[in-house]
């Protein structure tokens, strides 16, 4: 063997907590892998969904996260991280033991369903020293990063707005978690306004929202329509405005736009292969990108690679959770969604 060649890395072992939809895609940057992850044990209460992940990947099924956690205490399950997917409104009962754990633990968005709960969350991880992330892939998908890099590099020229949509045609929500304000916070700009938020705090600056205007079709549940309107409140974009729509109840958009002063660059998440660069001169640049499917993959290899060698990259910290849980309760007081509350201190 020449001295050129490298002993590859054993798997990076995760351990998954709830067996529902978002684990799915944590399932599949596993097995896109080419055996760099693997999901070593999977924790859920539903005995057919923690049966079905563990027939997909060989993992050991746990009935809780109590008795997982035990297992990966006592040195029984070897586990370097713990990918939390469950309800919103989990997290004292799933994060916060997870990070008293000697491993890594990467959260679903959002942080958690209350400002207070976020704060203590990232309080505990800063006292722990622990690798602690959440689930803001979006910062992972190549086009994402692709509009970051022409920004710095002053393709774009002096930005002036931020836009980005994230609105589909979802009725059956109505009747899931993420529309219960009890265990998600809130409605559509909770579950996918987070996202946008923290997108516009990656790539433009911490956000302060300064309008919030909403609709709620369904008695009883969060808004099914949002639109905010955001300012950087510092860094070297600050001033500059961000509009975000999130809806789940209208005909699908998924888009992020950068505008500037002397181009303006467009990823269209249905037209997952290309970003768009429209210059005030009329020119037009299409720039090849891998799809945004990518990104669950890239965010746990990024976590692998934070927990073996302290390489943080554009992971989302739990200090990031908290920029967008903050942002969520000022635009819901401002916007007087009745359905959120917050004890904690603005």
Not at 53 to 64: G, K
Not at 142 to 161: D, F, H, I, N, S
Request: charged share 20%; hydrophobic share 40%; net charge neutral.
């Amino acid at each position: 063997m020449s001295e050129n060649n490298t002993i590859p890395a054993a798997p990076f072992p995760i351990a998954l907590v709830g067996a529902g939809g978002i684990s799915a895609a944590h399932v599949d940057a596993c097995k896109a892998s080419e055996g760099r992850l693997r999901v070593v044990g999977v924790a859920d209460p539903n005995p057919q969904a923690r049966a079905r992940v563990a027939a997909q990947t060989a993992a050991t099924p746990f009935a809780d996260e109590r008795e997982m956690f035990d297992a990966i205490r006592q040195g029984e399950l070897r586990a370097e991280a713990v990918v939390v997917c469950t309800p919103s409104n989990t997290r004292m009962t799933t994060v916060l033991p997870a990070l008293d754990l000697p491993v890594g633990v990467l959260c679903e968005k959002p942080l958690a369903h209350r400002l207070d709960e976020a704060l203590t969350l990232a309080q505990k991880a800063g006292a722990r020293k622990r690798i602690a992330a959440v689930g803001y892939c979006h910062r992972f998908t190549p086009a994402v990063v692709k509009l970051g890099e022409l920004l710095e590099k002053g393709v774009l020229g002096e930005l002036t707005r931020f836009e980005n949509v994230f609105s589909t045609h979802f009725p059956a929500q109505k009747e899931r978690w993420p529309s219960d304000p009890a265990v998600s916070g809130g409605g559509c700009f909770m579950d996918t306004g987070c996202h946008s938020l923290d997108l516009f705090a990656f790539l433009v600056g911490p956000p302060s929202v300064k309008s919030l205007i909403t609709r709620s079709a369904w008695e009883g549940r969060g808004e099914t329509s949002a639109t905010a309107l955001v300012e950087a409140g510092g860094g070297p974009h600050a001033g500059v405005a961000g509009v975000i729509i999130s809806s789940w109840l209208e005909p699908d958009r998924f888009k992020l736009r950068l505008i500037g002063t002397e181009a303006s660059a467009v990823y269209d998440y249905l037209q997952p292969h290309q970003v768009a660069v429209t210059f005030v001169d009329g020119r037009a640049e299409k720039i090849d990108v891998y799809p945004h499917e990518r990104r669950f993959l890239l965010q746990l290899l990024a976590l692998s690679e934070a927990v073996r060698d302290g390489e943080k990259s554009q992971l989302a910290t739990f200090d990031d959770g908290v920029v967008v849980a903050r942002s969520i309760d000022e635009a819901y007081r401002l916007g007087g969604a009745g359905a959120h509350k917050s004890s904690a201190p603005r």
